[in-house]
Structures are given as C-alpha cells and as structure tokens.
C-alpha cells in the first residue's frame, strides 16, 4: 500500500472525500498517511485530525524555490511519502518538488480543462467565467501535475450541467458534489494501483 499525502489550504472537502472513500474500503492500494497544510488555520487539518491522520504546516512564505522545495520534500519524505494529492492547494509547487514525484502528483481542477484553466484560475474565478462565457456543461478534471499549471497528463474528467439560475457559489457546489469529490478517490485508487503493480 503506498503512502499517500494530501496538500490542502483551506476547509479541505475534497480532502474530506478521499478520507470518507477510504473509509468505505474504495482505496485499498493507498495510505492517507499525511495531510500537509499551507495555512496553519486551514480547516482541513481538523479534518484531518478526526480522522487521525498525521498533519503538517508548510507555508511559502518568502522562501525562494529551493528552500521551500527543501522544506516541503523533507516532510514528505520523512513520512515516506509515495504519492501526492493537490485538494484545493493553492501554492504552485517549485519545479524541484515536481521533478521528485515525476508522475505522481495529482492536481483536482473544477472545470473541463482546457476550459478555464492555468495561471490564475482557481476557486470561484473558474466558475464566474464559467457562466460569464454562458457554456452549457461544466465539470472537473484530475490530472497529473507538471510545471506548467493545469498543463499535465489528463486522467479523469466528468461533465456537470450548467443550470439557467446557477450562481458560481451553486455551480461551485454542483461541481464539487457531482464531479470533484468522486473524481479525486478514483484517481488517487487508480494511480496507486498502477504504481504498486508496477512496483511488483
């Protein structure tokens, strides 16, 4: 079973999702064995600790890449981490970290990229043009994490229906509900799946 991290900044509901897949015996090739927060009042870490997972704070701060790349790998590593989760993390990880877990960092985007993605597409902005540009369907996309935001290999994706009375805070919600929170367990069972057959 590989170790797997989740990196969080904020109330942490997709975390939520993966902790609630694994307790329902939907991801049996990984262990949630660390939550890393980069707000040290991210609600994420309290769920977290409910569930008895092992929390971490690393911030960037004004750190050059370097020394926040060495920060951040040595946590990772000192837990013996295999496979790390983006859930709604919003530092763009230096190149040093992507390079160390080449193809095993996985990113969750609410929207169907290539729509509405890359350098400063996050949160509520997604949705907001979302419905600024009036498209019909919407969605989320996991995928792998490169140096180039949103940019990686593309794993999962699954469309969400745009409503006429949606607000971006509704279509936040449907999205998250309908799209992310399945998505994420999936990928993560799916990647680690992969990885320990490989690693047979």
Not at 114 to 141: D, M, N, Q
Not at 176 to 185: D, V, Y
Request: net charge negative.
């Amino acid at each position: 079973m590989l170790k797997a991290a989740v990196l969080v900044s904020g109330g942490g509901t997709n975390l939520q999702a993966i902790l609630d897949a694994k307790a329902a015996g939907k991801i049996p090739h990984a262990e949630i064995a660390l939550v890393v927060a980069s707000n040290p009042n991210a609600y994420a870490l309290e769920r977290a600790r409910l569930a008895g997972v092992p929390t971490a704070v690393c911030g960037r701060g004004r750190d050059s890449d370097e020394a926040f790349s060495e920060r951040l790998l040595g946590i990772l590593r000192e837990a013996g981490i295999e496979i790390v989760v983006l859930a709604g993390y919003l530092t763009i990880l230096p190149p040093q970290v992507i390079t160390a877990y080449d193809h095993r960092i996985l990113n969750i985007h609410p929207s169907l990229i290539p729509a509405f993605c890359g350098k400063g597409y996050y949160g509520l902005r997604v949705h907001e043009e979302a419905l600024r540009r009036g498209v019909k369907l919407t969605g989320a996309t996991v995928h792998f994490v490169n140096e180039i935001p949103d940019g990686g290999d593309i794993l999962f994706q699954k469309a969400v229906e745009v409503l006429p009375d949606d607000t971006p805070e509704k279509l936040q919600r449907r999205v998250m509900e309908q799209a992310e929170w399945i998505l994420l367990p999936r990928a993560l069972e799916e990647v680690a799946r992969r990885l320990t057959e490989e690693e047979a």
